[in-house]
Every structure is written in structure tokens, then in C-alpha cells.
């Protein structure tokens, strides 16, 4: 990781909101994003400050909601960062720090920029597995003291999910939907409701105090040993796997393609047509596609479009799977590539990062 895009993290205050010796504890991780931006002159860029900004937040709710609030830790990562400059180490730096603190702790909250949440989260719900707590993922699209901003509500509706302990996974908080973090995409750049789980229905939704979820939906409790996840996030901190998101589009050309279809990628989403289907006529392309597989870049096959999944009900689908290309089933984009990452970084490679990959693990494809 570079210099200037590390986060260095450090606690600045603990708040507190109600009394703490009752409450439970959340610590809420706060890496930058539009929530906590001010004007500047070259426009909107993080803000620091943040905990006596919450602070003020939370003093002026009304009491149904104080009363289901809870005292939080506040930790800062430094420098904090657009979320467009989120990398992969991030993501790992930010698992690593959770299973750390996951004995002190009830449940965590992250705080990021909306133009990578989904990648993040959906990182983190892989990462984070058997931690036995929430991680509710929220950011906003408007400045927390922006007029009519929507982070006030999404901060709010964290903290209350946050101590949930029906709550054994990762989910981001956004909009008034609460929603499964690998299945979420962020699916407007202005709208209050900026992110969806295109095939998967929301697993909770909140308005005003009342804070609902379907706790029959949510991952079973499985409660595992830090010691893989942790050293896995370590250890990612100093070492990349390469994966690439490459866009199926009429007229790609081998050519084209060719210099992205080889080392240092190991694996590659392949964002198709309609139900998983590419060119077959274009034998140049597919031969291409093999070439790749046989050297042991695993290749999956994910739609272009937002729901449904891939199928191979056309030739133009099958033909993939002849190349060894494997199905994403209905997962996103951000969850397929983020899961290739996590297992590569875990050591897997050719058939048995293929296997690893069709297995479903924290809920992000649908069976
Ligand atoms: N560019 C911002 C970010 O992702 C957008 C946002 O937070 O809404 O950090």
C-alpha cells in the first residue's frame, strides 16, 4: 500500500450517549465519504471532527429514538479518503481491525463513502465470517449537516441495527432499507436510496423510530476462531491478487483483449450479455477465453444485467462453459470481485479457487 492512501487508524473520543455501564458498545469506524464532507474550494472533500459531529446529531433526536440508542467508540482512519480511492488493502486493513476489537465490542459500524461501499462491504462479509457480531456499512449521499441530508437517518438506523445481535453478518444500512451487503449495489448517484440488492428483497426496513427486520432471513450464527480471517487480513496488507472486471461489448475483439488476458491477472469477472452469453461466433474471442483458462486465470461469468442470474438456456452461454468459464449465478459484480480477491488472498488457485467460488458462503448468490 502506498504512502498516501494507508489508513492509520486511531481512536479519537468515546461518546457517550446513554449510560454505559448498561449499554452496550459499538465502535463505529469512520473512513471518509460524502457523510462527513465539508465545501472546500475545489469542492466537497473529507472532514475530520467527527465524533462531536455524531455527538450533536445524536443530542438532538427526539426521545423514541435516543432511547434506542447506544454509546459508540469512534475510530478515524487517517487520511481519510473519497471512497473512490478505496483499494483492496483497505478492505483488509478494515477486516483485520474488526477482529481485532471483536471482544470489546457489540457490534460495528463502518462509515464510507458511497461510490465503493458495495465493494467494501461485500469484502467484508467475507472476510468478517464466524466474527458473531454486526457490521452495518452506511455512508450517505449528502453532508451529515447538509439541509434534508440523508446521513442523519443512516447513522441512526447503524447504531440501532448495530446492537441487534440477532444480527451475525454484514449488512449496509442506506435509504431505509436494511440490506444484505453481497448483494448490494449502489444503484444512484443522488437519490436517498442509493443502493439495492437487485435479487434479493430487503432484509429489514426502518421510518422514523420503527425499526423492523426479518430476523427468519439473516445467516445463521456461525461463531469461528479470528485466527484465518485475521492473519488472512494481515497478511493481504502486504501482498495483491490481481483480478480484473472486464465488459463484454459488440465489436471486443481478441486483440483487444489479449493483453488483459494474462499474467499478473490470476482471475476475472466477465460481465456478459442478458443471461450469461458472449459472441460465440467470434472464435477468435473464445479460443482466447480457453487460452486463459488453461493457463489458470479462473474467468466467472456474471450478467451484465442487474438481476437475475446467468443460465446457460442459450448456445451462446454454453459456449462459455466449454472454455471453462464459471457461473457467478445471480451475485453482483462487487461481490463476485471481492470474493475472487478474498480467495486468492487465502492461497487458492485453478480448480480449487474454482470450487471455493461456486460455493456459496455468506449468502451472495441466490440457491
Ligand atoms: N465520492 C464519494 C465517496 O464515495 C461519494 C459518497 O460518499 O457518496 O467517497
Redesign the pocket.
Known sequence: MSQTTELRETVTLQTVTQDISLSPRIAIIYT????G?TQTDKG?A?SGNMAQRLSQLLSQQPDGIKNQLTSFDLFTLEPL??????QPEHWFQLAAMIWRYRDQYQGFILL??????AYTASALSFLTQGLGKPVIVT????PLEFENSDAPNNVIASLVYAQNNQIQETLVAFGGHLLRANRSS?IS?YSHQ?FATPNLEALGHWRDDLFSLDGSRLLPAVVTDSNLYLSLSQAAQQHQAQVCVLKLHPGLSADLLAPLLRAPVQAVVLETFGSGNAPDQNQNLMALLKAANDSGIVIVNRSQCPNGPVSQSYATGSALSECGVISAVDMTCEAAFTKLHCLLQAGLQGDELKQAFKRNHCGEFSV
Do not use: R, V
Not at 464510507?112 to 461501499?117: K, V
Not at 455512508?139 to 449528502?142: F, I, K, L, R, V
Open positions: 471518509g465519504g460524502t457523510i464532507m466537497l473529507p479518503i473519497d471512497s473512490s480511492n478505496a464510507h463513502g458511497t461510490d465503493t461501499l455512508g450517505s449521499q449528502y449502489k448517484t442509493g
